[in-house]
């Protein structure tokens, strides 16, 4: 338990440096440090396959590339980024109702949080899931990310 | 395979010692070796054959004095060295470095190399970004970008050794390689995973992010003393580690044509690791274009067309 404790707490301080810091390039690095403890709670969890598959796509894949636009407009460009953080309190208020309310429902909920035992090979289990059971959706999934970011590239070069 | 915890403990001390001893070594072979091609002696003051070498350079680097640029973002531009550090050692903890000589087995140890090494990215970035110098700043973005790009090829490369292993697991892996090692029906990830490792470990012909004649020292150009010799550090224990696993992935980890043992091992590793250094003093640097295009036009196709290959063999 005090070691959920000890990932929780620098967890929550992080977060709220990601909105809080001015400095956008600081929020972001805050956000890579946020990300790699969520996956620690995962670990916790024993999810490692998700843990470790969080810190190479989040950690290492986009917020690595968030730090990179940064530097490259911040420092190279010359141009400054600050961060406002407009309706501190009003998005305080609604995070606020948010918890409240997650903790009302799960509270009164009827649902089963008994753990169950894992499949003997977990890697099998989730790769038949993913890539036999639900390959469809899978494969949907896939051609959207591919189509966002075909039209992110057309609407940043539309000048040429 | 829970083992108990001092079991454990004494065995990442053991592993640690060693990286640590193996990457201070591994600075002198270089030099030495560099020598050799050169035809010149390398170091060879210090101790017989300069073999002290790595103990007079630890305290040299450990007696300077810590300089903290005003310029600099105190918290991050400290932060980063540290990284560097801890990404470069978390690796070791799933090499096995014989049938039972390893920390953890993973069953998802692949993926957790990938994890780590995704992380040490960090470090050149903060590093680059807080020391407000150009040329870290320049050595950090390139880093980053060359850093990014290499990982899909390496991680593609991956997979096929995965696929053919049917197994996440290092020590699994090795075990799949008893009769035939993975060089041979992965030879084409083989050879993708070897030329992205030597981007990974920011090594000629790939060094970029360092590029002496025109970045002075890259990322760690403000960086002094202890926290130079992190990063100094981090990369020879980083490059060992990529010498163990090449070694683990693709030459059959502990296995040897007689007695399988840790020290079929550490010749596989010592190997892999002198032709690096080979590599290094042979080749001249890319340009960052060709770096780049490198990456996205040969290296991913040529490693995608692998995974393809090897999905069908073992589909068969």
């Known amino acids: 338990?005090?070691?959920?404790?000890?990932?929780?707490?620098?967890?929550?301080?992080?977060?709220?440096?990601?909105?809080?810091?001015?400095?956008l390039f600081r929020s972001t690095i805050y956000l890579g440090a946020t990300l790699v403890l969520t996956a620690l709670i995962y670990l916790l969890l024993h999810a490692e396959l998700l843990g470790f598959i969080q810190i190479l796509l989040y950690t290492g894949g986009v917020a690595t590339l968030l730090v990179f636009a940064i530097m490259l407009t911040q420092r190279?460009?010359?141009?400054?980024?600050?961060?406002?953080?407009r309706g501190l309190v009003g998005g305080a208020i609604a995070s606020l109702?948010?918890?409240?309310?997650?903790?009302?429902?799960?509270?009164s909920s009827q649902l089963d949080f008994s753990v169950r035992p894992y499949p003997e090979n977990l890697n099998l289990a989730l790769g038949k899931n993913l890539f036999v059971t639900?390959?469809?959706?899978?494969?949907?999934?896939?051609?959207?990310?591919?189509?966002?970011?075909?039209g992110a590239i057309v609407m940043a070069r539309r000048d040429r | 395979m829970a083992q108990p915890i001092f079991q454990t403990l004494w065995k990442t001390g053991v592993v640690f010692l060693g990286a640590l001893t193996a990457a201070a070594y591994l600075v002198l072979a270089e030099r030495k070796f560099a020598g050799y091609f050169q035809e010149r002696y390398g170091p060879n003051r210090v101790g017989p054959f300069g073999l002290l070498q790595p103990l007079a350079d630890a305290v040299?680097?450990?007696?300077?004095?810590?300089?903290?640029?005003?310029?600099?973002?105190r918290g991050l531009y400290l932060a980063a060295p540290v990284i560097i550090g801890v990404a470069a050692l978390l690796p070791l903890a799933v090499i096995p470095f014989s049938e039972h000589f390893y920390i953890a087995d993973l069953p998802v140890a692949v993926?957790?190399?990938?994890?780590?090494?995704?992380?040490?990215?960090?470090?050149?970035?903060?590093?680059?970004?807080s020391s407000n110098s150009k040329y870290a700043l320049l050595g950090g973005l390139r880093s980053a970008a060359?850093?990014?790009?290499?990982?899909?090829?390496?991680?593609?490369?991956?997979?096929?050794?995965?696929?053919?292993?049917?197994?996440?697991?290092?020590?699994?892996?090795?075990?799949?390689?008893?009769?035939?090692?993975?060089?041979?029906?992965?030879?084409?990830?083989f050879v993708v995973f070897l030329i992205a490792a030597f981007a990974e470990t920011n090594r000629l012909p790939f060094d970029l992010p360092e590029a002496e004649s025109e970045l002075v020292a890259g990322y760690h150009t403000e960086y002094s003393a202890f926290k130079f010799a992190m990063f100094f550090v981090g990369?020879?224990?980083h490059l060992f580690i990529v010498g163990c696993l090449v070694t683990v992935l693709y030459l059959g980890g502990w296995y040897g044509p007689w007695k399988p043992g840790p020290h079929w091992f550490f010749l596989k590793t010592f190997l892999v690791l002198f032709f690096m250094i080979w590599v290094r003093w042979t080749y001249p640097r890319f340009r960052f274009d060709q770096l780049m295009r490198f990456s996205w036009k040969v290296l991913i196709p040529v490693a995608l067309l692998n995974l393809l290959l090897t999905s069908l063999w073992m589909a068969l």
């Open chain 1, 76 to 85: 190279i460009v010359g141009e400054d980024i600050t961060q406002q953080s």
């Open chain 2, 111 to 129: 993926l957790y190399l990938l994890a780590v090494g995704s992380l040490s990215t960090y470090g050149v970035l903060l590093g680059g970004w």
């Open chain 1, 1 to 23: 338990m005090w070691i959920f404790w000890l990932i929780a707490i620098p967890l929550v301080l992080f977060a709220l440096g990601v909105v809080l810091s001015k400095n």
């Open chain 2, 60 to 73: 040299k680097l450990l007696l300077k004095e810590e300089v903290i640029f005003p310029q600099a973002s």
């Open chain 2, 235 to 237: 990369e020879y224990i």
């Open chain 2, 146 to 189: 060359q850093m990014v790009s290499y990982e899909i090829a390496m991680a593609l490369a991956l997979v096929g050794v995965a696929l053919m292993a049917q197994s996440l697991s290092l020590v699994k892996i090795v075990q799949a390689q008893q009769s035939l090692w993975f060089l041979i029906p992965q030879i084409l990830g």
């Open chain 1, 134 to 150: 639900y390959v469809l959706p899978f494969e949907v999934l896939s051609v959207l990310l591919l189509a966002a970011i075909i």
């Open chain 1, 97 to 107: 109702a948010v918890l409240l309310i997650l903790f009302f429902f799960l509270g």
